[in-house]
């Protein structure tokens, strides 16, 4: 799934989209040895929609599901370049993958995976952005669909207190709140990466739940304080 958008505004969409796709992916080395007059594509409304064939996989193999989102990917890198060189300076393309499907009766699920994972790709800057089908199973689909006035407000609660001490007194709260829940919350990876002392994270991380009224040591707060930093 893809879809066009021009600055006027006055361009039609779903044609250039079409366009485009044609372009690229009828290329031979593509996606290898598959023929590519085995690929469709078309437009409805202002986004347009291909159809491409990949290596069979048993729907019971154990390696389905990884095959699936190897072939996303592929089909993610092969076309992002090539379809950014097609876009006038005004353009912007968003694209969307869905898994791949095995019978006829799979592909209306399909397309719906493919326009989520589109409107996933478009809540992202730059303008060529595509997101395939295993970030719909991730809270990177929830995200860009929080509306930005609650964004702000749920971000403002948890780190501006943060941010306003950082700037008084030069401490690194954000920094050391960013590592220690990239490192689970182990007290030594985290102090290891920061190149600090554990007693001296431990300070900061006090310093955080002081000013926030969170407790890190609590799942909930964890959550909230990494969603908070994901969204601003």
């Known amino acids: 799934m893809a879809r066009v958008e021009w600055e006027g505004g006055d361009v039609p969409g779903g044609p250039v989209a079409q366009s485009l796709l044609e372009e690229v992916l009828v290329d031979p080395g593509t996606f290898g040895p598959e023929p590519s007059d085995r690929i469709a594509v078309a437009h409805t409304g202002d986004e347009a929609v291909a159809l491409v064939p990949l290596p069979a996989v048993p729907e019971d193999s154990a390696d389905a599901a990884t095959t699936d989102g190897l072939h996303a990917d592929h089909l993610l890198r092969a076309i992002h370049e090539p379809l950014g060189r097609g876009l006038d300076g005004d353009g912007r393309l ?127 707060d964890k959550l909230d304080f990494f969603l908070a930093l994901r969204m601003s």
């Open 94 to 220: 968003t694209i969307g993958v869905s898994a791949s499907v095995h019978s006829a009766e799979g592909l209306r699920g399909a397309l719906e995976e493919a326009r989520h994972a589109r409107r996933v790709a478009a809540a992202r800057p730059g303008r060529v952005c595509a997101a395939g089908h295993e970030e719909l199973a991730s809270h990177v689909l929830l995200l860009p669909f929080v509306p930005d006035d609650v964004r702000r407000a749920f971000t403002a609660r948890l780190l501006d207190p943060l941010r306003d001490y950082d700037r008084r007194h030069r401490a690194e709260l954000i920094p050391t709140l960013e590592a220690f829940l990239d490192c689970d919350g182990s007290w030594t990876r985290c102090a290891t990466r920061l190149h600090l002392h554990v007693n001296t994270l431990r300070y900061r991380v006090g310093r955080i739940e002081q000013l926030t009224g969170r407790d890190l040591s609590r799942l909930e």
